[in-house]
Nanobody, 119 residues
Framework: QVKLVESGGGLVQPGGSLTLSCAASGLGAGNYVMTWYRQRPGKAREFVALILSVGGKSQTTGSLKDRFHISRDSPDNLILQMNSLKPEDTAVYYC?????????????WGQGTQVTVSS
């Protein structure tokens, strides 16, 4: 039973930074692609970034690539470093996991963590 628990969200001023974490349990053997998505108010859930392994291939959506960085500091811990935050980044951020190296649409989701960027 895969469990994903996000943490690190909160209120931050425009231009500030936050680091989100996702602690995974129950992944077991095999390769899991891990991802971040977000859902902004009134918008559909959207892809943010993915990573294949610790120190492995990663990809961040073009609109966020210069400000957001995804990493895995262990197989079971996913990180999203967010810099130069803007009010438009306000969203619930979700951690996802998929047992594959070839497709990344999550089959497991966390409950999300709220990020609010406001003065």
């Amino acid at each position: 039973q895969v469990k994903l628990v996000e943490s690190g969200g909160g209120l931050v001023q425009p231009g500030g930074s936050l680091t989100l974490s996702c602690a995974a349990s129950g992944l077991g053997a095999g390769n899991y692609v891990m991802t971040w998505y977000r859902q902004r108010p009134g918008k559909a859930r959207e892809f943010v970034a993915l990573i294949l392994s610790v120190g492995g291939k990663s990809q961040t959506t073009g609109s966020l690539k210069d400000r957001f960085h995804i990493s895995r500091d262990s197989p079971d811990n996913l990180i999203l470093q967010m810099n130069s935050l803007k009010p438009e980044d306000t969203a619930v951020y979700y951690c996802g996991a998929r047992h594959s190296e070839f497709d990344y649409v999550p089959e497991h989701w966390g409950q999300g963590t709220q990020v609010t960027v406001s003065s």
